[in-house]
């Protein structure tokens, strides 16, 4: 009797084809290639290496084999999840390291920069934008005038052409520092200042006086009893309304854009004449709360339009006080709140917001107005 006929040619399962052996390996690399980050990798791996994935069935089909065909096919499958692992190992390699660059450059720190953890703050937006309104008139060839917030009543008064029994020289109406004949107040407007440059200076002069001045004023939406006061000055031969007019346009123009409505109502200061109140229409209610009860504005009271300075030519009588003939020359004067200015530029309704140091109105100006 022979023994049992071993040789013959076993069906080979199509999981175990080479051909789609072979095509296996070349999805699963071709997947692994394509991966860009650590987590499209690990479904890669769960989609290829798993027990349902076809090098997986694979290998189980190598048990219906008979034990001389089992070697062989053992080998190819084996070969081809050697394949596959090490082009894992290699792409996990390449996207760590890719990961760890990531990180490092987005959380690089230089640890030679100075630290900004803390707050830096922001400047005050008067200080900035009274840096803006005098870097505008040296634009146009003016100068830049400083001087004392203690004045003397002469300065402050006299000179002026304000008489001692103008209601201004009263107690309720300026700081006397001192008995009220002791000659000296805390200065009311910066016109000392113009007093003083054109007692050292013989014209032509073009200046503007930024400052501080101080008035015994209630504290409300529209007034404060110290605020900052920008005032200009010009003397020369031949000056008019004409060209004071043309000043205060451009200078509006240069606070609050193109379009600005301004208006000039007569007036009366005894260092100028002619006067006049310089108005512009009110930011809060652009003029709608003017005969409409339903809709009063305590910015304006209802009037439409705020003040926002005074003007006029210089009274003959302030140049003759300062030794410059008035029949020679002849000037224009003109002074603005800074506070009220700032208002307009930003639509800030109520000054007192301007002065209670409350540090998150002033951070969100930051370093300029």
Not at 58 to 87: F, H, T, W
Not at 211 to 225: F, Q
Not at 285 to 304: I, L, W
Request: proline share 7%; with cysteine; net charge negative.
């Amino acid at each position: 009797m022979s023994a049992p006929n071993k040789n013959f040619d076993p069906v080979v399962p199509a999981a175990l084809d080479p051909a789609n052996l072979q095509a296996g390996v070349d999805a699963a690399l071709a997947a692994i290639a394509a991966a860009q980050d650590l987590p499209a990798l690990k479904q890669v791996r769960l989609e290829h290496t798993s027990d349902r994935s076809p090098l997986a069935l694979a290998n189980r089909e190598i048990g219906a084999l008979p034990p001389s065909a089992k070697a062989d096919a053992g080998k190819a499958v084996g070969a081809a999840r050697g394949r596959v692992n090490q082009a894992l190992k290699a792409r996990e390699a390449e996207l760590k390291e890719a990961e760890r660059e990531r990180i490092l450059t987005a959380e690089r720190v230089d640890v030679t920069m100075i630290n900004d953890r803390e707050p830096v703050g922001a400047r005050h937006p008067i200080h900035t934008i009274s840096e803006h309104i005098a870097d505008a008139f040296v634009s146009i060839g003016y100068g830049v005038v400083e001087g004392p917030e203690l004045e003397s009543e002469w300065f402050n008064f006299d000179a002026l052409n304000i008489d001692r029994d103008h209601p201004a020289r009263t107690m309720q109406d300026t700081f006397f520092v001192g008995a009220a004949d002791s000659g000296a107040v805390l200065r009311t407007h910066t016109s000392p200042l113009q007093i003083r440059t054109m007692l050292a200076q013989q014209p032509p002069v073009y200046v503007v006086c930024p400052g501080r001045v101080y008035r015994t004023d209630e504290l409300d939406a529209t007034h404060t009893p110290v605020f900052h006061q920008v005032e200009g000055l010009a003397v020369d031969k031949g000056l008019s309304m004409v060209d004071l007019k043309s000043t205060l346009d451009w200078f509006a123009a240069t606070m609050f854009g193109e379009g600005i409505v301004t208006r000039l109502r007569p007036s009366y200061f005894p260092f100028t004449e002619p006067s006049a109140e310089v108005d512009l229409e009110c930011f809060a209610c652009r003029g709608e709360s003017v005969g409409n009860p339903d809709r009063p504005c305590r910015t304006c009271s209802s009037e439409g339009w705020i003040e926002w300075g005074g003007c006029g030519m210089v009274n003959p009588r302030v140049l003759q006080s300062c030794g410059i003939d008035p029949d020679e020359y002849t000037g224009f004067a003109f002074g603005m709140g800074i506070e009220r200015t700032l208002m307009f530029r930003h639509g800030i309704t109520d000054m007192r917001d301007l002065v209670e140091g409350d540090v998150r109105f002033t951070t969100a100006f930051g370093m300029d107005s």
